[in-house]
């Protein structure tokens, strides 16, 4: 596994963004007169530990939290770094470290999942956090990517990271743990926080404007709307693909519509047997 790391970009004045590899993974980095905040560590432990010596080599105040924006190992599995800090997340992210493919991704990316840390500073809803000239604000606005998504707006620099709620480089991961009929809800909460000057920062890819936004809330809404649609219909799963109207590529329709049918069905949502007249 190639762990990296670029050095820090900047986005805004007092914003800046580096890219971790394995995973491609957006850390952001955002500062005040009197402290910074960093959003998302990266895979390893030892990697956030990189991520931390990066960041603070080119911070003229200290760290003073850092956000890991969901569960998923590229932004959580260096949070183990920084646990003398203050460190916010959802308050699901405790008992994610507990799933039985945790202790498989520690193993491929060659680490002890004992070493792995949780946020200190867990959160429900919103948290503030104060960088002297400026301020940060963490929010769940529900589930969407995974159960618990937080995203951090900085409102003095219309600035906003997503993690994977939004997505620049690929479409987004619609995986088993997401919830595809309340993302569309959870992105409302962001979009009603964005204006034509407003800069959105994904967990992948390059920052995107509003418009880039909008679009692909549409698109992630009616990965649902179409698969509840077909269902309506009689459709079935092995069906859906050829029979619906997509917004995302095959590969990516086909790998979330059990996913799509799979939750239909947990709310009742089966297709009808179609009567045969005889
Ligand atoms: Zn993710």
């Known amino acids: 596994m190639e762990f990296s790391l670029t050095p820090f970009k900047e986005l805004r004045p007092g914003a800046w963004r580096a890219v971790a590899q394995p995973a491609a993974v957006n850390i952001g980095l955002v500062t005040g007169t009197s402290g910074a905040l960093l959003i998302d560590t990266g895979s390893s432990p030892a990697q956030g530990a990189q991520v ?21 190992f590229d932004h959580y ?24 493919q945790v202790g498989e991704e520690a193993t491929e990316l060659g680490f002890d999942p004992d070493d792995l840390r949780a946020p200190n500073r867990p959160l429900a809803l919103a948290k ?10 963490i929010v769940h606005f529900g589930r969407g990517h995974t159960a618990g998504d937080v995203v951090v707006v900085v409102p003095d620099l219309q600035l906003i990271f997503t993690g994977d709620l939004l997505e620049q480089s690929a479409p987004p991961a619609m ?17 009603g926080l964005v204006n034509a000057g407003t800069l959105l920062v994904p967990g992948h890819g390059r920052p995107f ?12 809404s009616s990965v649902y709307g179409q698969a509840e649609y077909l269902v309506g ?30 939750q239909l069905a947990a709310e009742g949502k089966v297709p009808r047997p179609t009567l045969r007249v005889l």
């Open 128 to 137: 503030m956090v104060d960088l002297g000239d400026r301020y940060a604000e």
């Open 233 to 262: 219909q009689g459709v079935r799963q092995e069906d859906a693909l050829a029979a619906g109207e997509w917004q995302f590529d095959d590969a990516t329709i086909a790998a979330v519509l059990p996913i799509a049918y799979r």
């Open 209 to 220: 404007d509003q418009v880039f936004a909008f679009t692909q809330r549409a698109e992630i």
């Open 77 to 100: 599995y260096g949070l183990a770094a920084f646990d003398d800090l203050p460190t916010y997340g959802h308050e699901s992210l405790a008992a994610a470290l507990s799933a039985e």
């Open 52 to 72: 931390r010596a990066a960041a603070e080599a080119m911070l003229d105040v200290p760290l003073v939290g850092v956000v890991v924006t969901h569960a998923h």
């Open 175 to 191: 995986g088993p743990d997401c919830h595809l009929k309340e993302w569309p809800a959870a992105l409302d909460g962001i979009l």
